[in-house]
């Protein structure tokens, strides 16, 4: 089975602090994903990759930034930590040039919150 | 633009009723149509998958239906235990992207 691990299941941060949130899978996926997922709002895209090197921005990239060095490493980064990125944030991959039945598989999450 | 709207917002049972949910969708050209679950504080792992072809599908007490006429999905659970207790997200993804659109999800809660 495709595994996506997030390195922390909780954190807490003071505001204005970087943070980094750590996602690794481990079957060679082509594409990861960072979502934030709020009660009553879904999950929202934060940022994607579909390459090593490569990111697109999603729905809503104010405030974060990815890097992706290595193929299987997706990280977040929380350039300065606000009260309002509080939230979950979930990471997903998929294979590239997926079949149509493919979805993500996702992490468990971290469950980050600002002070 | 692409939308998914699930209702209800939230649903409270007694343990051993039956129970749905409802996924209305306009997402086009249509691939697939999926549903997570998601249990508190963890990710979403998938229940069922369903393509324009399929008009129901199973997986043990969960059973997914699509009528992709009038684009809408529903997902039945029967004889609920408390275990369902969960947050149930209708997933569907277009043909353009591999990226799909997400439903707010349906908070299920189980009663003893």
């Known amino acids: 089975d495709v595994k996506v691990t997030q390195s922390s299941r909780y954190l807490v941060k003071r505001t204005g602090e970087k943070v980094f949130l750590e996602c690794v899978q481990d079957m060679d996926h082509e594409n990861m994903f960072w979502y934030r997922q709020d009660p009553g709002l879904g999950l929202r895209l934060i940022y994607f990759?579909?390459?090593?090197?490569?990111?697109e921005k999603g729905d809503i990239p104010e405030g974060y930034s990815v890097s992706r060095e290595k193929k299987e490493r997706f990280s977040l980064i929380l350039e300065s930590a606000s009260t309002n990125q509080t939230s979950m944030y979930l990471c997903a991959s998929t294979p590239d040039r997926a079949p149509p039945n493919y979805g993500y598989t996702f992490g468990s999450g971290t469950r980050l919150t600002v002070v | 633009k692409n939308q998914v709207e699930q209702s209800p917002q939230s649903l409270i049972i007694l343990e051993g009723k039956n129970c749905t949910l409802q996924?209305?969708?306009?997402?086009?050209?249509?691939?697939?149509l999926r549903w997570y679950k998601q249990d508190t504080g963890r990710g979403p792992v998938s229940l069922t998958i369903?393509?324009?072809?399929?008009n129901t599908k199973s997986n043990g007490r969960y059973t997914a239906t699509l009528d992709a006429d009038t684009k809408q999905s529903s997902l039945h659970i029967t004889a609920s235990q408390l275990s369902d207790s969960a947050s149930y997200i209708c997933v569907v993804s277009s043909g353009r992207s591999y990226i799909p659109t997400f439903g707010r999800g349906t908070s299920l809660i189980v009663h003893p």
């Open positions: 990759s579909y390459d090593v090197k490569m990111k």
């Open positions: 369903m393509t324009f072809s399929e």
């Open positions: 996924c209305n969708y306009t997402v086009s050209p249509f691939s697939n």
